[in-house]
């Protein structure tokens, strides 16, 4: 079974920090697709930015991009510029090619961006 | 067009009830998930249907929880003699279809059992 772990519970930056949250998982597959979302308070769950195991280039969707090292199975989140409405829990999330495709997510990581 | 919703968007039940929580994917969307979400924790897998067929039903914590989409668009998931440790918030998300595409989820309902 795969597993996620995100070992930062809470991260707090200024706003137009850099901020970097950490994602590790776990698997024994070869191709996957590995996602970030993002949930603000009291909001729907987003997409933020989605990696294919099988591509080296790391993904980038504006101010966010990824570190993926598959070797390792990090798949880190970096959000430059920061701005308030960043603010949010983020979750990154496993998903496998075969069968229900469905989401294997992390504990999540609070992300406050102070003004 | 319209998103993922879902009704209620909170429900306290007593223990003991039985509740029916409800899905309106977005049209078109052949995948349809539930997951349950602890409070601080990450969501967690329940079921999946493609089209109307429960194809994975793995995740259902016990078999009071009953999940259906009988004509492969609207779901329900249906909780009985409800227990104080369902309380959680139950996510449905949608994707058009299997392969890379996204899951848009909806705003959750909230179940609160006293």
């Known amino acids: 079974a795969q597993t996620v772990t995100q070992s930062q519970p809470e991260m707090s930056v200024q706003e137009a920090e850099t901020v970097t949250l950490s994602c590790t998982y776990d698997?024994?597959?070869?191709?996957?697709?590995l996602f970030w979302y993002k949930q603000p308070p009291s909001r729907q769950m987003i997409l933020v930015i989605r990696q294919e195991a099988y591509k080296q280039q790391n993904a980038t969707e504006n101010r966010f991009s990824v570190n993926f090292q598959k070797a390792a199975k990090s798949f880190s989140l970096k959000i430059s510029d920061s701005q308030l409405g960043d603010t949010a829990m983020y979750f990154c999330?496993?998903?496998?090619?075969?069968?229900?495709?469905?989401?294997?997510f992390g504990q999540g990581t609070r992300l406050t961006i102070n003004p | 067009g319209a998103g993922v919703s879902q009704s209620p968007r909170y429900k306290v039940a007593k223990r003991g009830q039985d509740v029916a929580l409800r899905c309106d994917p977005i049209?078109?969307?052949?995948?349809l998930f539930w997951y349950q979400q602890a409070l601080g924790q990450g969501p967690e897998f329940l079921t999946y249907f493609q089209n109307e067929a429960q194809l994975d039903k793995s995740g259902l914590p016990s078999d009071r929880f009953f999940a259906e989409r009988p004509e492969g668009s609207v779901s329900t998931l249906k909780i009985q003699r409800t227990q104080q440790e369902d309380s959680a918030v139950y996510l449905c998300?949608?994707?058009?279809?299997?392969?890379?595409?996204?899951?848009?989820f909806g705003p959750g309902t909230r179940l609160t059992v006293t």
């Open positions: 998300a949608s994707s058009r279809d299997r392969g890379k595409y996204e899951q848009y």
């Open positions: 049209s078109g969307h052949v995948s």
């Open positions: 999330a496993f998903m496998t090619i075969q069968g229900a495709q469905k989401l294997v």
């Open positions: 698997t024994s597959e070869n191709n996957y697709y």
